[in-house]
């Protein structure tokens, strides 16, 4: 069975300080792993996708399958980044997403 | 710019009712889902189409059933509404080939049922 865990509903932290926003997952085969963003009364829309490997607005993401991890993070945290992270996966069957728990990003001034 | 609608943003009914969710995509889109997204829980598959009268249960159907007539419109329906379906309805359309392609959400829909 295909699951995604973030196991923190809320992480607090202060502007400037570094960010790491936790996602393990569970699927026996090659996934494709993404984090999706949603802000205060907006959308929700992807922000990164492993396949990529790309930085978005600051953030980055390594899939790490030993640790069958996808964990994002930020050196340094802003304000507008204060959102709801979603971690998801895809696996073989096509398009469909697994999303995790999600968890509230805030960031402090 | 890419665009999913979704019918309202609010929406108030009461138990028993019959409730039509509509969504509507304008980028050509074969995939088409609605998702259920309620604190603590995430969001979670109701169903999926691939292609316009094709649709596959998601992972929580029962009390829902969709359809979809044209390429551009997925409808989530809820037979006889009840207080547990109180929650976010948001619709999604993707392209059909390749699992790493980007699902496109709407704006949502707040359902409560009285």
């Known amino acids: 069975a295909q699951r995604v865990t973030q196991p923190e509903k809320l992480l607090s932290v202060f502007k400037g300080a570094p960010v790491e926003l936790k996602c393990n997952y569970s699927y026996s085969g090659s996934p494709e792993l993404f984090w999706y963003v949603q802000y205060s009364r907006q959308r929700l829309q992807l922000l990164l996708r492993h396949i990529s490997r790309e930085s978005i607005k600051g953030f980055t993401a390594d899939l790490n399958k030993g640790e069958t991890s996808f964990h994002l993070k930020k050196p340094f945290a802003q304000e507008e980044d204060s959102a709801m992270y979603y971690c998801?996966?895809?696996?073989?069957?096509?398009?469909?997403?697994?999303f995790g728990a999600g968890t509230i990003l805030r960031v402090k001034s | 710019d890419v665009k999913v609608t979704q019918s309202s943003r609010y929406l108030v009914k009461r138990t028993g009712e019959k409730v039509f969710l509509e969504c509507v995509q304008d980028m050509d889109h074969e995939n088409m889902f609605w998702y259920r997204q309620d604190p603590g829980l995430g969001l979670r598959l109701i169903y999926f189409?691939?292609?316009?009268?094709?649709?596959e249960k998601g992972d929580i159907p029962e009390g829902y059933s969709v359809s979809r007539e044209k390429k551009e419109r997925f409808s989530l329906i809820l037979e006889s509404a009840s207080t547990n379906q109180t929650s976010m309805y948001l619709c999604?359309?993707?392209?059909?080939?390749?699992?790493?392609?980007?699902?496109?959400f709407g704006p949502g829909t707040r359902l409560t049922v009285t």
């Open positions: 189409s691939y292609d316009v009268k094709m649709k």
């Open positions: 999604a359309s993707s392209q059909l080939a390749g699992a790493a392609y980007e699902q496109y």
């Open positions: 998801a996966l895809s696996g073989a069957y096509g398009n469909k997403l697994v």
